[in-house]
Nanobody, 119 residues
């Protein structure tokens, strides 16, 4: 059973920083793209950042220059370093990972970790 477990969320004041982690376990298949999404109360899920299997990052405009996504392939882990946080960043942050299987690419989600930024 594939599991994605996020950690590192919490409460921080505006201007502060947090580092999220997401570890993929329960699979021997290759983890390709990994990404972070977020969902604030009453809003749709929003793509935040992604990193390809080759380590190329991409960012949503709202976080570019403040957030940094990275991955450790040997650990099947993806990180999200978040700096200069503002109350608008408050949301549940969810990890997504794609696996390359003999049947094709499958997409998996974690349960999410809460990030709360106070003004």
């Amino acid at each position: 059973q594939v599991r994605l477990v996020e950690s590192g969320g919490g409460w921080v004041q505006a201007g502060g920083s947090l580092r999220l982690s997401c570890a993929v376990s329960g699979t021997t298949f290759t983890v390709t793209g990994m990404a972070w999404y977020r969902q604030a109360p009453g809003k749709q899920r929003e793509w935040v950042a992604e990193v390809t299997g080759f380590g190329k990052p991409n960012y949503a405009g709202s976080v570019k220059g403040r957030f940094t996504i990275s991955r450790e392939n040997s650990q099947n882990t993806v990180y999200l370093e978040m700096n200069s946080l503002s109350p608008e960043d408050t949301a549940v942050y969810l990890c997504n990972a794609n696996l390359r299987t003999p049947s094709g690419v499958t997409s998996h989600w974690g349960q999410g970790t809460q990030v709360t930024v106070s003004s």
